[in-house]
């Protein structure tokens, strides 16, 4: 029997970016010392349901994790995508977390890749889906990688604490190698485009962000357009709340994006007393910071914003 030899790392420190790189690169890998000296230690629920993920794309694929989760042994295997995928993301963190390394697999994949991904689809820690798709789909691009077939269809839309969000992704497989490609051209902003939402709440939510926003937006340039998506029944998930997503486009083909969402926090996130209420911010100051969030990103220069630093 063949030995298998690990490249080992400590900490849980770029665990998405350590998975991703080792599945694409066939090696191995062991992590330990996660958190072991925190008071909880080890994975936390959406690591492991992110590894889970993984052997539902990945043929052949390894995972062992030690009794308190502090130690990790992964041995990938080949990206095999496939269609009628379903994985439920949890509650901890939403599905854009997943999202980020998945589509990056779903492109070395020896068959397309169509999902469906279940969970929380906005939050103010990850980037939303609407980010995925007027942003990130767009970017990929102009990599090389077709349009067709590169679809993120927002079924139903769920915010935290309780989620009920699923979206279908499909992701084409790239034939040959990712087109290499010279952007140092930031471009002037031509217009920025946006989507507000809403779920089990008043539509007015959405129509105040839009009215603030673009109090700030139409000072600046004239094509400003953001769209409203309120949700209502099964397509308005589990949990009330709101939110935005915008982008800017410039003359370069550049995308720069902001997004954010407001909604009831998950139960570990706060201290809170149960029965005591939560101030949450109202929808017009949402969308002052929402404007000046997506003016700060264009202000850093740059083709991407820091959302998608991560994947270029």
Request: charged content about 20%; glycine content about 8%; proline content about 4%.
């Amino acid at each position: 029997m063949v030995k298998t030899n690990y490249m080992r790392f400590q900490g849980s420190q770029n665990l998405r970016l350590r998975l991703l790189l080792s599945t694409l690169s066939s090696t191995p890998i062991l992590i330990d010392q996660i958190r072991s000296n925190e008071t909880i230690p080890g994975l936390r629920p959406h690591e492991v349901s992110l590894l889970r993920l993984l052997e539902k794309v990945c043929d052949d694929c390894h995972v062992e994790i030690n009794e308190t989760g502090t130690k990790l042994k992964y041995k990938p295997g080949i990206v095999m995508g496939g269609k009628y995928l379903t994985h439920d993301c949890g509650l901890s963190r939403s599905i854009g977390y997943f999202l980020e390394p998945l589509i990056v697999l779903g492109l070395f994949g020896k068959r397309p890749l169509s999902i469906n991904l279940k969970g929380i689809t906005n939050d103010a820690k990850d980037p939303s889906v609407d980010t995925f798709r007027s942003t990130t789909l767009n970017i990929l691009k102009r990599f090389g990688v077709p349009s067709e077939g590169l679809q993120l269809k927002i079924e139903s839309r769920g915010v935290p604490p309780l989620g009920g969000g699923e979206v279908a992704l499909s992701v084409p497989i790239v034939h040959s190698n990712l087109t290499a490609v010279n952007w140092i051209d930031e471009g002037m902003v031509k217009r920025i485009r946006g989507v507000s939402f809403s779920t089990r709440v008043s539509t007015q939510f959405e129509n105040t962000i839009i009215h603030s926003a673009r109090g700030i937006f139409n000072n600046l340039l004239p094509d400003v357009r953001i769209f409203t998506d309120h949700k209502a029944g099964a397509q308005a998930g589990k949990s009330p709340g709101f939110g935005v997503s915008l982008v800017a486009e410039t003359t370069s083909g550049c995308y720069i994006s902001a997004d954010t969402a407001v909604s009831y926090p998950r139960r570990e996130e706060t201290t809170e007393i149960e029965d005591e209420k939560l101030d949450l911010k109202t929808a017009d100051v949402v969308g002052v910071q929402i404007a000046s969030a997506l003016l700060a990103e264009i202000e850093q220069g740059g083709v991407v914003d820091s959302t998608h630093q991560f994947m270029y």
